[in-house]
């Protein structure tokens, strides 16, 4: 947590991104808010949309840049914190060795070297941990005495119980849709069985509770414990929609926020929680989260029609196999209306599916789904530009990142 004689300068030896704090203004937040298939269909659907793919690609540079100072050069976010991002990595498998040998090999299964995954919100948390390295001028006195390492620490756990929280979800996930594949290889609940599969997923989340109780931050335990409800709550409004529900754009979104978004958002937010920042800069941090999930999910979705099995790591047109109505159907929907009684009739007849995706493909569904994702990744950045400014080189290097990573999001191919 931040302390009263945090102007120090922290030797370079530290873990990189902790830097001496510094007195900076405070700018008007105002407009800040809160808030089995056959293969033919498939091919038929990619050769009849090829027309979208130029625009993943340009829509790079659509992203708020406006004339601010803090993109000036294109970075590796994950290289900045790839130290960091072992170390969080080792702690994690330490942190879910159980007892029973079984249990131990099912909760340790997407923590293992080679399949971690992309560790997008650990790379996000440990970069936003940086870009808040804002002095308090009046920080709170429970925080005077904590040492910066100490705070990165406390930071770093916040990583590691949002990657736990992340991979429980995608083991309850998987279960729920029987799925066969995650992240390349077999998912879980193929190998193991659906009984190991959702245990795993327990025990995982009771290990983040026990991380986050040692936080002994009631605030953040709350945002975090309001993650879990979220990620139920959005599960469950995918599962029991209404014919309206499932046409409607507005509870698309709502249930993606719960489903995605909330996660990292509260996670952001804890992280500027835990350096005792003021309620503008949590707020600011809780946006860059929300809008960056937000348009992460989006790309998911196209993505779930224009991308292969192999480069997702998981099987394409899952989403519209399991009936899952996302925005690239809802946005072809506003175009053809017809649409809507091919989508009530359900998709368990493949001739219904083959209709979807005629329709998907002579409409700008995905395109218009790509244009949404840009605008949250604009909205991600200017959260990102409104923070107070800096010239401390590993604030801005950091902030470049993350904003940088907004662009990745929108330009992702997998």
């Not at 993943?56 to 659509?62: D, E, I, P, Q, T």
């Amino acid at each position: 947590m931040l302390f009263s004689r945090g102007f120090r300068r922290i030797p370079r030896s530290t873990l990189t991104g902790i830097t001496r704090w510094f007195l900076s203004h405070r700018p008007n937040y105002s407009h800040i808010t809160s808030h089995s298939l056959p293969n033919s269909s498939h091919k038929v659907y990619r050769e009849t949309c090829n027309w979208g793919l130029p625009a993943l690609h340009s829509s790079r540079y659509l992203v708020h840049h406006q004339s601010s100072s803090i993109v000036e050069e294109e970075l590796d976010p994950f290289s900045l914190v790839a130290d960091e991002l072992l170390l969080v990595a080792s702690r994690l498998r330490e942190m879910v060795v159980a007892e029973v040998p079984k249990l131990a090999s099912a909760a340790e299964y997407f923590f293992k070297i080679g399949v971690e995954g992309k560790r997008f919100r650990p790379t996000v948390l440990l970069l936003m941990s940086t870009a808040l390295n804002v002095a308090i001028p009046d920080p709170p006195k429970a925080l005077g005495d904590t040492l910066i390492p100490e705070l990165r620490t406390r930071q770093q756990s916040i990583a590691e119980i949002t990657e736990m929280i992340h991979v429980a979800s995608l083991l309850h996930d998987d279960v729920l849709d029987d799925a066969e594949t995650r992240r390349g290889i077999g998912s879980l609940n193929f190998i193991m069985g659906n009984k190991v599969s959702v245990l795993a997923g327990d025990f995982l989340l009771s290990r983040a509770c026990v991380a986050l109780a040692a936080l002994k931050n009631t605030e953040v335990v709350s945002l975090l414990a309001t993650v879990v409800e979220h990620l139920v709550t959005g599960e469950t409004m995918q599962m029991t929609t209404t014919s309206d529900q499932r046409c409607s754009m507005e509870y698309y979104m709502q249930k993606t926020y719960y489903k995605t978004a909330s996660l990292i958002s509260n996670s952001c937010k804890a992280i500027a929680l835990l350096a005792g920042q003021t309620t503008e800069v949590a707020m600011l941090a809780f946006e860059y989260g929300k809008n960056l999930g937000l348009a992460y999910q989006l790309i998911d979705d196209v993505l779930d029609f224009t991308g292969t099995s192999a480069s997702l790591g998981k099987g394409s047109l899952s989403d519209i196999r399991h009936g899952i109505v996302t925005g690239p159907i809802l946005f072809a929907m506003e175009e053809f209306p017809e649409l809507r009684s091919v989508v009530e009739e359900g998709f368990d007849n493949p001739t219904n599916v083959d209709r979807v995706l005629e329709y998907l493909g002579k409409s700008h569904g995905i395109q218009k789904t790509r244009e949404l994702a840009i605008k949250h990744a604009n909205l991600a950045a200017e959260a990102i530009e409104s923070l107070p400014e800096s010239d401390e080189e590993d604030v801005k290097r950091s902030r470049r990142a993350l904003i940088d990573l907004t662009q990745r999001v929108i330009t992702r191919t997998k």
